[in-house]
């Protein structure tokens, strides 16, 4: 990407690797929520509008982890920005995304790809 805006005060542009990670290249990264546990991508450059063709891939990445997570036609995504607005982002949502924090364990990072490990 040519222009990457960071804010320093946004914790999407912070990408803090606590949660599994499981993909990410120069247009987005794609990890677990902290807040819902489910997979989220989000785009590098802090501000709403990519262009087309990377909203197109970066979807399509979110799929593909939401296919490793939950298997195939389970759950949809989700482009709703709630908690922050400014910054392009979109989670993957199960049936089950909104008790699973309350019943499983989180997700820890522990590199990009490779199996989904949880916090002991
Ligand atoms: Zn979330
Ligand atoms: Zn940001």
Known sequence: MENVLVDEHCELCEAARFTHWYYEDEVCWVADCEA??????VWRSHGTAPKS????WMLARLADAGIYRFGHDVGSIDRVMRQVPDHFHAHFRDPKWLSRRWVEAPSKYSGVGG???LLA
């Open 53 to 56: 063709d990377e909203v197109e």
């Open 115 to 117: 199996e989904r490990q």
């Open 36 to 41: 819902c546990s489910t997979p989220m991508v």
